[in-house]
C-alpha cells in the first residue's frame, strides 16, 4: 500500500526566508504527487503536481517542488515566504488504482507559521 | 471552488440518527470522492465513485454508505451517527472527460458534530 509522510507537525519561519515544508512518499511504480493547501475553514486548493518530467515543479503564488527519486521525497519549497503563506499544507500522492481517477493518500499535514 | 457544493455547512446530531451529506458539482466530472478530516490523520478516504451508481469503498468505510443517481450528485450517509465520525467531511471531484488526469478538486468542507 502506497503512504505519504509529512515529518513536521509545524514549520516556522520568517517573512522574507526560504521555507521548505517536507514530504516523503512510498509507492510501487511510478509516483504522481501533488501539494494542497489549506486556509482556515476552506477547502484544499490545488497547488502543484509532478507527473512525470523535470524533477523542479513551479505551481501556484510562486511555490516549488523537488522530486527526488532516490530519497522518495516530494519537499515543498519557497524562496521567499510571506506571512500570507500561514496555512496547513498537504502532501499526497495517487493511487494507482486505474478505476479510481484521482484518488489521493494524504500525509498527515504541516502548519506553516511566516513571523512578520 | 470549481463548481462543487457541499450542503449542509455545519451539522450537530444526536448519536443513532442517521445523517445524509450532499456534495453537488457542475463541472461533469466522473470521479466523486468523499474524505475525513481529522487532526493528525490528514484526510482519509471514506467512499468514491468512478460513474453514475459505481462505488467503491475507502480506507475508513465502516458506518458510511454512498449513493450516485446522477452525475452531479454524490451523497454520504452515516447510518447511524456515533461520536467517533464526529469530523470535517470533504468531498472532491476529478476527471473530465477529455483530461482524465487533472488533479483533484475539494468543496469547502462540511462540520459535522454527533453528541
Known amino acids: 500500500a502506497q503512504s505519504v509522510a509529512q515529518p513536521e507537525d509545524q514549520v516556522n519561519v520568517a517573512e522574507g526566508n526560504p521555507l521548505t515544508v517536507k514530504c516523503t512518499y512510498s509507492v510501487s511504480g511510478n509516483p504522481y504527487l501533488f501539494w494542497y493547501v489549506q486556509y482556515p475553514n476552506r477547502g484544499l486548493q490545488f497547488l502543484l503536481k509532478?507527473?512525470?518530467?523535470?524533477?523542479l515543479v513551479k505551481g501556484s503564488y510562486g511555490f516549488e517542488a523537488e522530486f527526488n527519486k532516490s530519497q522518495t521525497s516530494f519537499h515543498l519549497k519557497k524562496p521567499s515566504a510571506l506571512v500570507s503563506d500561514s496555512a496547513l499544507y498537504f502532501c499526497?500522492?495517487?493511487?494507482?488504482?486505474?478505476?479510481?481517477?484521482?484518488?489521493?493518500?494524504f500525509g498527515g499535514g504541516t502548519r506553516l507559521m511566516v513571523k512578520p | 471552488d470549481a463548481g462543487i457544493t457541499q450542503s449542509p455547512r455545519h451539522k450537530v446530531t444526536e448519536t443513532g440518527t442517521p445523517v445524509t451529506l450532499r456534495c453537488h458539482q457542475t463541472e461533469n466530472h466522473r470521479y466523486m470522492y468523499w474524505y475525513r478530516q481529522d487532526p493528525g490523520h490528514g484526510l482519509r478516504l471514506i467512499h468514491y465513485s468512478y460513474g453514475v451508481k459505481d462505488t467503491d469503498k475507502g480506507e475508513v468505510s465502516d458506518g458510511y454508505s454512498v449513493s450516485r443517481s446522477k452525475t452531479e450528485d454524490f451523497l454520504l450517509t452515516l447510518e447511524s451517527a456515533t461520536s467517533s465520525q464526529t469530523s470535517v467531511y470533504f468531498c472532491a471531484i476529478s476527471g473530465v472527460p477529455d483530461r482524465p488526469n487533472t488533479e483533484a478538486f475539494f468543496g469547502q468542507g462540511t462540520r459535522l458534530t454527533v453528541v
Open positions: 509532478y507527473i512525470t518530467g523535470d524533477n
Open positions: 499526497a500522492v495517487r493511487d494507482m488504482n486505474n478505476n479510481a481517477g484521482n484518488m489521493l493518500t
